[in-house]
């Protein structure tokens, strides 16, 4: 089955007592046994719950792979997965990663004796040179947030094929609408689904997907003795989301696409950064491993005076936190979302105070573009 057909069906089928079409919230905590030591395949909600089964094996099926995982955030996904490693590990991350993955590593993970190091990973021999005896796992975003650097998937296989380390893409800014990472060889995917998978804005979640049998027994385990699941209600707000994940990246997509191409000719901006841009470095790159380019575009307007009288100027973009929602929001990373990484660190990979990030939503195109350009005239 197509995209469109599994985003709806994979996973779920009519409910066995009332034939319910939409699979139930099973709003409980635990099950009842027949006789002890009989079950049903329940016993405990933190360990199983059908509402999270079916949106685990949904996700699973709309990234191509044959486990999902789903997590109470992609926070908490990110925390499970980096839990199978242990001290004197070496981990290898793309340097413009989200900024609470970079606090999660930085501030907690490395006080527990896992080594991190963070290169340009759009550059393969950087992750090359970067790599150690210790190295156990490549962790990636592609593109990356907010300066949608692009990472070549099958490159990043090639480097870590037959040394025994484990590969890991977040695909938050794609969905699995238009980046299958696994298809690339890569061992896991992680998503805050937060952001495009659930798309309402409503819900905080994570997971992740992978088709290797030894991955999905460690995070199996560690999901259950970790203990940071979705509620039943959360996982079905999910799951009612996925049903139309097709539908709003192609909206989101497009009208991306268009606005990119318009902020390009503007005088008042610097620089346009989107990987469906023939001006974006990894273009070609982008081409070789997406089907679309996503919906999110950062611009460079020179100042941090500039940012801040650009997004209070906006009317139908929101100044929020986050992205991926239908509704159109604006970020401003260095005081937002990357607050926490180091200035230095965040100027080698162009994070300037000046940079802002549109998460382009699915209202109309013109509506957009019009409230972007009276922004701009403020400046």
């Given at each position: 089955?197509?995209?469109?057909?599994?985003q709806?069906?994979?996973?779920?089928?009519?409910?066995?007592?009332?034939?319910a079409?939409?699979?139930?919230?099973?709003?409980?905590?635990?099950?009842?046994?027949?006789?002890?030591?009989e079950?049903?395949?329940?016993?405990y909600?933190r360990?199983?719950?059908?509402?999270r089964?079916?949106?685990?094996a949904?996700l699973?099926?709309?990234?191509?792979?044959?486990?999902?995982?789903?997590?109470?955030s992609?926070?908490?996904?990110?925390?499970?997965?980096?839990?199978?490693?242990?001290?004197?590990?070496?981990?290898?991350?793309?340097?413009?990663?989200?900024?609470?993955?970079?606090?999660?590593?930085?501030?907690v993970?490395?006080?527990?004796?896992?080594?991190?190091?963070?290169?340009?990973?759009?550059d393969s021999?950087?992750?090359i040179?970067?790599?150690?005896?210790?190295?156990?796992?490549?962790?990636?975003?592609?593109?990356t947030?907010?300066?949608?650097?692009?990472?070549?998937?099958?490159?990043?296989?090639?480097?870590a094929?037959?040394?025994?380390?484990?590969?890991?893409?977040?695909?938050?800014?794609?969905?699995?609408?238009?980046?299958?990472?696994?298809?690339?060889?890569?061992?896991?995917?992680?998503?805050?689904?937060?952001?495009?998978?659930n798309?309402?804005?409503d819900?905080?979640?994570?997971?992740?997907?992978?088709?290797?049998?030894?991955?999905?027994?460690?995070?199996?385990?560690?999901?259950?003795?970790?203990?940071?699941?979705?509620?039943?209600?959360?996982?079905?707000l999910?799951?009612?989301?996925?049903?139309?994940?097709?539908?709003?990246?192609?909206?989101?997509?497009?009208?991306?696409?268009?606005?990119?191409?318009?902020?390009?000719?503007?005088?008042?901006?610097?620089?346009?950064?989107?990987?469906?841009?023939?001006?974006?470095p990894?273009?070609?790159?982008?081409?070789?491993?997406?089907r679309?380019?996503?919906?999110i575009?950062?611009?460079?307007?020179?100042?941090?005076?500039?940012?801040?009288?650009?997004?209070?100027?906006?009317?139908?973009?929101?100044?929020?936190?986050s992205?991926?929602?239908?509704?159109?929001?604006?970020?401003?990373?260095?005081s937002?979302?990357?607050?926490?990484?180091?200035?230095?660190?965040?100027?080698?990979?162009?994070?300037?105070?000046?940079?802002?990030r549109l998460?382009?939503?699915?209202e109309?195109?013109?509506?957009l573009?019009?409230?972007?350009?009276?922004?701009?005239?403020?400046?």
């Amino acid at each position: 089955m197509k995209f469109s057909t599994r985003q709806i069906h994979a996973g779920q089928h009519p409910e066995e007592t009332t034939g319910a079409v939409i699979t139930p919230i099973f709003q409980t905590s635990t099950y009842s046994n027949s006789k002890l030591g009989e079950s049903k395949g329940h016993d405990y909600g933190r360990t199983i719950n059908p509402t999270r089964t079916a949106l685990e094996a949904n996700l699973a099926s709309l990234e191509n792979g044959k486990y999902g995982f789903c997590f109470s955030s992609g926070m908490a996904a990110i925390q499970t997965l980096i839990s199978m490693f242990s001290p004197g590990d070496h981990v290898i991350c793309t340097d413009n990663v989200y900024g609470g993955t970079y606090r999660l590593y930085e501030q907690v993970i490395s006080k527990q004796g896992i080594e991190f190091s963070y290169v340009d990973t759009s550059d393969s021999s950087a992750i090359i040179n970067a790599l150690k005896p210790n190295t156990k796992l490549i962790y990636v975003e592609t593109p990356t947030n907010p300066m949608l650097n692009i990472t070549d998937l099958k490159a990043l296989n090639k480097i870590a094929a037959g040394k025994g380390i484990l590969t890991c893409v977040d695909n938050t800014f794609m969905s699995p609408y238009f980046q299958n990472p696994l298809d690339f060889g890569i061992d896991m995917v992680v998503h805050s689904s937060t952001k495009y998978i659930n798309g309402h804005s409503d819900v905080i979640g994570g997971c992740i997907i992978t088709s290797n049998d030894d991955v999905a027994g460690k995070l199996k385990f560690l999901q259950n003795s970790i203990g940071s699941v979705p509620s039943p209600f959360d996982c079905w707000l999910v799951l009612r989301s996925t049903k139309t994940l097709a539908q709003r990246m192609k909206a989101h997509n497009e009208n991306a696409v268009a606005i990119s191409g318009r902020l390009s000719g503007e005088k008042k901006v610097g620089k346009v950064y989107y990987p469906g841009l023939k001006s974006h470095p990894q273009h070609e790159t982008a081409l070789s491993q997406m089907r679309g380019f996503g919906g999110i575009i950062s611009i460079e307007l020179g100042s941090y005076d500039a940012a801040v009288n650009f997004c209070n100027a906006l009317k139908i973009f929101q100044i929020a936190e986050s992205l991926g929602g239908v509704e159109s929001l604006v970020c401003h990373p260095v005081s937002m979302t990357h607050g926490s990484v180091p200035k230095e660190l965040r100027e080698k990979f162009g994070l300037t105070d000046g940079l802002v990030r549109l998460s382009v939503g699915i209202e109309d195109c013109d509506d957009l573009m019009e409230d972007i350009e009276n922004a701009l005239a403020v400046i």
